[in-house]
């Protein structure tokens, strides 16, 4: 029973609520990642992820440089513990449909968990069964 803290992203990469969506994909491919968190003042309020941006700014057409990140955001951040097992994670993330799920210990963010990082979980357990 590998714990979700195995398998996390340990590096978190935010964005300010009031930065600009263009300085957001700029971040985004900077760091070659998918989403990022989004703080205001000195709290965790959200997240940010190329959906957002393609759902919510190109496909409507709206001016990445006027519209802040918090315009498009999701707000209802998904949290998992660090030492819950990477089976749970699974779940929550297929029933809620999710690609990153927030780590945290206690009330303490540790980490992100994306789809990319279920995709080494299972490459492990497939290289046990063969």
């Known amino acids: 029973m590998d714990p ?3 398998y996390m992203v340990t590096v978190i990469k935010e964005v300010d609520a009031g930065a600009s969506v263009r300085d957001a994909a700029k ?6 990642i998918g989403s990022l968190l989004v703080k205001k003042d000195g709290i965790y309020i959200g997240m940010v992820s190329e959906q957002e941006i393609t759902r919510q700014l190109v496909a409507v057409d709206r001016d990445s ?13 998904d949290y998992i513990d660090q030492s819950a097992i990477m089976s749970k994670a699974i779940a929550i993330m297929r029933q809620k449909r999710l690609r990153y799920l927030v780590v945290r210990d206690g009330e303490t963010v540790k980490g992100i968990l994306s789809v990319k990082d279920l995709l ?6 497939f290289e046990l069964i063969l």
């Open 4 to 6: 979700v803290s195995e």
């Open 27 to 32: 971040k985004l491919c900077e760091f070659g």
């Open 65 to 77: 440089n006027s519209t802040n990140v918090s315009d498009i955001m999701n707000s209802d951040i």
């Open 120 to 125: 080494v979980y299972y490459e492990k357990w």
